[in-house]
């Protein structure tokens, strides 16, 4: 089983649709949760911090389901610039290492 | 405020040829790391140093050294490089490590390596 897995994706979605990505991590031990956002041909960058009780930045909301050992992501009323892959990323260890999922492709469309 | 820069952004090598990349951070962070990512794979580390004068193997370090020269650079070298080397590598920095620490990456731009 990968330490961080994601749904492979594309998703396609109109503007202004409601998205939601998955991600299950192996590790129990996991300390730190993460999405990250990569453009294409570019350097990904940290979209949000994962935290136990749920949070939410404007239209993304990111939940921890510890016992399931499962992140979500949700962004609502899409933009055609959230087009992007997103990547889940776990912290585990007692070096904190950053795992990486493979990330999930999103397309927005007109 | 530059954050993380590296370069080449694109080099073509030959089979056994050697290479150094350069990563230099101007935010005075204390951690740095090399990853590389492939199509269809997540990024994955291969160095990292958590702090100057401390370099560790990640998790793919076979055909690679690196050098943290001072706080604010790390070069990753390829002393004969290999088509399995081919490439997207990039640089991070990160104010510390540690478990347990929402600490942020910032990524430097990238460079694209082919070895032919």
């Known amino acids: 089983r990968k330490e961080v897995e994601q749904d492979p994706g594309p998703f396609n979605v109109p503007e202004g649709a409601t998205v939601a990505f998955n991600c299950t991590y192996s590790?129990?031990?996991?300390?730190?949760f993460f999405w990250y956002r990569q453009d294409c041909r570019k350097e990904p960058k940290l979209l949000m911090s994962v935290y136990s009780s749920g949070n939410e930045d404007g239209r993304f909301t990111a939940q921890l389901n510890r016992a399931s050992q499962y992140i979500s992501l949700l962004i609502r009323d899409s933009k055609l610039s959230d087009s992007a892959t997103y990547l889940c990323v776990v912290r585990q260890g007692s070096q904190g290492n950053l795992i990486f999922g493979k990330g999930t492709k999103l397309s927005v469309k007109p | 405020n530059a954050g993380v820069t590296q370069t080449p952004k694109f080099q073509v090598l030959k089979t056994g040829q050697s290479m150094t990349l350069q990563c230099a951070q101007d935010?005075?962070?204390?951690?740095m790391y090399w990853y590389r990512q492939d199509p269809g794979m997540g990024l994955r580390l291969i160095y990292y140093?958590?702090?100057?004068?401390?370099?560790d193997k990640g998790e793919v370090p076979n055909g690679y050294n690196v050098s943290r020269l001072n706080k604010r650079e790390f070069s990753l070298r390829l002393e004969s490089a290999a088509p399995s080397q081919t490439s997207v590598y990039f640089c991070?920095?990160?104010?510390?490590?540690?478990?347990?620490?929402?600490?942020?990456?910032?990524f430097g731009s990238g460079t694209q390596l082919s070895v032919l």
């Open positions: 140093s958590a702090s100057e004068g401390t370099t």
């Open positions: 590790n129990s031990a996991s300390q730190s």
């Open positions: 991070a920095s990160s104010l510390f490590r540690g478990p347990a620490t929402n600490e942020k990456l910032f």
């Open positions: 935010m005075n962070h204390n951690s």
